[in-house]
């Protein structure tokens, strides 16, 4: 199987020179559990750290980071891939594409200045114009107007949001909801009393969790913490709900936007808040009409569906890592197995795979296991079916492990292969 490789260049202190290929057994095979294999750059550019491919055509968009730009790549011979058009600039620190399932467009996420924009597509698949949508407002802000049970903060309409889920729900708009506070400290004493004697030495003593971010009352903070603890807004990632809805992530001001395609760019129809300081990073849309959310900064996976009462907010989640909180894990990315079964998260800096299983209707999670990455700063990673390939961002390799179908734990590195830099993995075709 082909797959096309972001990476960090020089300009963003990476080494790689454009976009790569690698091979994961038979390169015309749709499975990925052969050997392992650097093919080399098949195009050059700065710093392409994330990639994705236009639904009709054979065209590769790429975020160019650090110019803060997206180009379009047209596939020639093989997977080699030559410029379409020229780069069309969005936003600081672009670090996330998405094109619509009908391919007229594209959305643009800018973790510099949290831009979200709408580039629209030509007949060919080349960028157009592009329109940043309406900016975030902070939540946690002492006059933001998105406060829990607010009457005034934009809503979902019911047809809007019925047809984004199905027709199993009449959802008249959305509210906002955090999710209770989980002291993993405590939760480790239990599970230590449920244990027993015989085995509470397998359940590690968990320190009383700090805060992500500075409290506003934080004794003695000098002027750089009074910055360091400044929120801005971080946008990370889209996803295309069925129906036509969009789903946004502002990583720094822990929201979770929806959207839908106006006749003037994106148009906000709502928004969820997170946890503060949990930052959202990415997502993925079930078919039971759930989303889920990972955090980067809280290592968690939250579960957004409308509720009995047909408004929409986080009904569930689990815990990833107890490794949280400053110089800690940082979760990356999230992608669900081909049934839905399962999900894996990556974890950086305890360098791990979280695996955990979908229950109820889709609203339960629970941890499966959290096995070793074999590579040093998963920052992103694909399942095909029996195998997992994990980008070692730090290590400058992608890693393959065995994938478990039927418990869904992945197994420890069995093949590797030097990439510079990996930063996206992206099947080719």
């Not at 054979?58 to 020639?76: C, D, I, K, P, S």
């Not at 580039?119 to 407002?137: E, I, K, N, Q, Y």
């Not at 934009?154 to 002291?183: K, N, Q």
Request: net charge negative; aromatic share 6%; glycine share 10%.
């Amino acid at each position: 199987m082909r797959f096309w490789l972001g990476g960090y260049s020089t300009d963003m202190e990476g080494a790689a020179s454009g976009i790569g290929e690698l091979h994961a057994g038979d390169a015309d095979s749709p499975l990925a559990a052969g050997e392992l294999g650097f093919a080399g750059t098949v195009a050059t550019a700065d710093s392409p750290s994330w990639l994705t491919v236009h639904p009709a055509h054979a065209v590769v968009y790429a975020a160019l980071e650090g110019h803060g730009a997206v180009q379009a790549f047209r596939r020639t011979e093989g997977s080699r891939l030559t410029r379409l058009g020229s780069p069309v600039a969005v936003g600081s620190l672009v670090c996330h594409l998405t094109v619509a399932p009908d391919g007229k467009m594209l959305v643009a996420s800018c973790w510099g200045d949290g831009n979200v924009v709408r580039l629209s597509l030509d007949a060919d698949g080349r960028p157009r114009a592009a329109v940043t949508a309406p900016p975030a407002v902070d939540p946690y802000a002492a006059a933001a107007p998105f406060a829990d049970g607010d009457p005034s903060a934009p809503s979902v309409s019911s047809a809007d949001l019925a047809a984004s889920i199905g027709s199993g729900y009449a959802v008249s708009g959305i509210e906002f909801s955090r999710a209770p506070d989980v002291d993993l400290a405590d939760a480790a004493r239990a599970l230590r009393e449920a244990a027993g004697a015989e085995f509470a030495h397998l359940v590690p003593d968990i320190p009383q969790r700090a805060e992500n971010v500075l409290d506003e009352n934080t004794p003695d903070e000098d002027a750089a913490g009074a910055e360091a603890r400044e929120r801005v807004s971080r946008a990370h990632q889209s996803v295309f709900l069925p129906g036509g809805l969009i789903a946004t992530t502002d990583m720094g001001f822990d929201l979770v936007r929806f959207w839908r395609d106006g006749t003037n760019g994106l148009r906000a129809v709502g928004a969820v808040r997170l946890p503060r300081g949990s930052g959202p990073r990415h997502m993925v849309w079930h078919p039971s009409g759930h989303l889920y959310v990972v955090t980067e900064l809280s290592c968690e996976i939250f579960v957004l569906a409308p509720d009995e009462a047909r408004a929409w907010r986080i009904v569930g989640g689990t815990q990833l890592s107890p490794e949280t909180g400053a110089g800690r894990d940082l979760a990356a990315e999230l992608a669900a197995s081909a049934d839905g079964v399962f999900l894996y998260a990556g974890v950086r800096g305890s360098n791990t795979i979280a695996a955990v299983r979908v229950r109820g209707a889709g609203e339960a999670l629970s941890p499966v296991a959290l096995v070793e990455a074999g590579v040093d700063w998963p920052r992103h990673h694909a399942v095909v079916r029996d195998t997992v390939l994990v980008a070692g961002q730090r290590s400058n390799e992608v890693a393959a492990l065995t994938l478990d179908t039927r418990s869904g734990v992945p197994g420890r590195a069995q093949r590797r292969t030097e990439v510079p830099s990996p930063t996206c993995l992206l099947p080719a075709r």
